[in-house]
């Protein structure tokens, strides 16, 4: 069994029994006169069948304990062929997904209607993704008022949670790939950091950045890379990237390479001069130190909430030594956001549950900020824990954070 049926057997063993399940992976979406967005998969459908294409359907039925599997896919157009290349041919989806059907898109609609009107399969489940892509086409919900439309008596469920759920603990082939994105999330912030005081905008950083990734790993960014300079860097998710450095600002860069699929998701913030002003250090530390000690609690049982408690404490504690702020209350006003999200197929991956207890296997980030925009300040480091049956691994601790080791790498290549 390979991981991809392993991990479809996962989701359908807790399906009720005399149930049918659609999942879809997706649509291209038309960016302009004759140019497509990316295509972008529905993360749950390619974690049950590991296929990377638009307009496939799986349908899995489920009675009396055995299970039928069949793949919709679209047929190879000889014209289409010619100019953007072939999808995949039914072997080549047989092999990647271990089903045993796959039938062209054009069955789909005749074999939907029909068990929709078999009366021995009592409810269907739908990928019913949260409604948070507003204004945009949903395909859960266009299935959902298809399937209501043909079959009043089957009650309908949402494999979302379900899924979700199950890709909260990555299998170690998953771990792998991680590794490797952030191996290459690594490369190039060193090849930033020779490179930042050639840098004249913040855009150019960004530049070095998704230039390397491409050039090490054939990586395109995790998202949207961030590249705030100065006050920028108090903007959680600015990603402009248009203006001057300034050599007297630090430059925060959140940022990671997605190779495979999986996210790196780290953020690293570097002084422009090479060297922290006293104040910047100051702050720098409070941040620096944070994010240790958070690593520190990373463990099985420790929930993501009880991480973004002990967060806001430690700062507020930290703020008010060093007269950063007047009361514990005031730390809200320069740290905002979750120290920690689950990463995987999403950068921000979406378990269902912040307040349950952590697992071994599971991947999360630790980001802990401080941002006094009045100072011209914006610090973040963030790492991404792999948790252990003991505590956590830390997957990106050679991505060097220290100020000293920060200062002297950035001043060895400064002026070269
Ligand atoms: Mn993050």
């Known amino acids: ?18 149930s049918i399940t659609i999942l879809y992976s997706g649509a291209t979406k ?41 793949v919709y896919a679209a047929e190879n157009d000889p ?29 789909f609609e005749t074999d939907l209607v029909r068990l929709m009107r078999d009366n021995r399969y009592k409810c269907v489940y739908l990928d019913l993704e949260e409604p948070s892509f507003q204004g945009q086409r949903n395909f859960g919900l266009e299935l959902k008022k298809k399937v209501n439309a043909l079959a009043l008596d089957k009650k309908v469920y949402d494999a979302y949670p379900l899924i979700t759920r199950n890709r909260g603990v990555k299998k170690p082939y998953e771990i792998e790939l991680f590794r490797h994105d952030v191996e290459v999330t690594r490369k190039a912030l060193e090849y930033v950091m020779q490179n930042l005081s050639k840098c004249e905008y913040e855009y150019q950083v960004q530049a ?27 903007t959680l998710h600015y990603s402009e990237n248009v203006k001057k450095l300034d050599k007297n600002d630090m430059i925060l860069l959140d940022l990671g390479a997605n190779c495979n699929l999986y996210h790196a998701d780290i953020s690293r913030t570097y002084p422009l001069s090479g060297k922290y002003s006293p104040q910047q250090k100051t702050i720098y530390s409070i941040v620096l130190g944070c994010n240790k000690h958070i690593e520190s609690m990373a463990r099985p049982g420790v929930s993501i909430h009880d991480l973004q408690m002990e967060t806001v404490k430690y700062l507020a504690k930290a703020c008010l030594d060093a007269k950063l702020i007047k009361t514990e209350e005031e730390i809200k006003n320069y740290y905002f956001h979750g120290v920690s999200h689950h990463i995987g197929l999403d950068t921000h991956d979406p378990y269902p549950d912040r307040t349950e207890g952590l697992k071994a296997g599971m991947i999360i980030s630790n980001e802990p900020g401080l941002y006094f925009k009045e100072l ?27 100020v000293d080791e920060v200062e002297a790498y950035i001043q060895k290549y400064m002026n070269k």
């Open 1 to 18: 069994m390979n991981n991809f049926k392993l991990q479809r057997k996962e989701f359908v063993d807790g399906l009720l029994d005399n």
């Open 30 to 70: 038309q960016e302009s006169y004759d140019e497509d967005y990316y295509f972008s998969v529905n993360r749950n459908f390619y974690y049950i069948t590991g296929i990377n294409q638009d307009d496939v359907y799986i349908m899995i039925l489920k009675r009396k304990g055995t299970v039928k599997e069949i």
């Open 79 to 107: 014209l289409k062929i010619k100019w953007v290349g072939e999808v995949l041919y039914p072997e080549e989806i047989k092999e990647i997904s271990e089903v045993n059907e796959v039938k062209f898109l054009n069955e």
């Open 208 to 234: 070095l950045f998704e230039g390397a990734i491409k050039f090490y790993g054939n990586a395109i960014p995790s998202f949207h890379t961030i590249a705030g300079s100065g006050v920028n860097g108090a």
């Open 376 to 402: 011209g300040i914006g610090v973040r480091i963030e790492d991404d824990l792999l948790i252990t049956e003991d505590g956590c691994e830390n997957l990106s601790k050679d991505i060097i954070k220290d």
